[in-house]
């Protein structure tokens, strides 16, 4: 039986209250009529993908092939870096372990290399859409204008593309 609490005090989420503009404008000589702002509460840490997975557009099969990729994206360490990176602390008796921490692990190693063969195995086509949504967590939008598509395109050129990444991850379900 699923919880029925109101008490979000607890709630994980980082949820914020967003306004939502009015949809169209007071004419001129009309009475602007007095009404309750419209808000609208979003989740701040949700992924895109995450946001089509809860609302029914993504099967679990295709969520779970876009989380592969992404893990694979934080694993091998690929994004970029906007500031120096403070890991590397140099150990105590003047030696410094800056040396061995240079070098790439072995995990790092297999994760970059499934990450590039999962991009090899999409292709040209679909690895830009998928990485622009997976990995940089470019909302739908944003990638189709970016990529110079038309709208409502993007959702469905990603569905293809979580379905390839799903068989390229050997995940369980239809094929």
């Not at 030696?95 to 590039?116: C, G, K, V, Y």
């Not at 086509?125 to 967590?137: E, P």
């Amino acid at each position: 039986m699923p919880s029925t609490r109101t008490d979000k005090s607890n709630d994980p989420r980082l949820l914020a209250e967003r306004p939502v503009p009015k949809d169209g404008r007071v004419r001129a000589g009309t009475k602007a009529r007095k009404s309750r702002a419209r808000s609208v509460t979003v989740n701040l840490s949700e992924s895109p993908l995450g946001w089509l997975h809860a609302r029914g557009h993504l099967t679990d099969r295709q969520f779970d092939g876009g989380e592969k990729l992404r893990a694979d994206w934080e694993r091998a360490n690929l994004a970029p870096k906007i500031t120096m990176n403070w890991n590397i602390v140099p150990l105590t008796g003047g030696h410094s372990a800056a040396p061995d921490m240079l070098n790439a692990t072995e995990t790092q190693i297999a994760a970059r290399q499934r990450f590039d063969d999962a991009i090899d195995y999409l292709g040209n086509d679909l690895s830009d859409i998928a990485w622009r949504i997976i990995c940089a967590g470019e909302g739908v939008p944003a990638a189709e204008k970016n990529l110079g598509w038309p709208a409502r395109s993007g959702k469905l050129v990603l569905k293809i593309a979580l379905d390839r990444l799903a068989n390229f991850y050997r995940l369980p379900g239809e094929v």
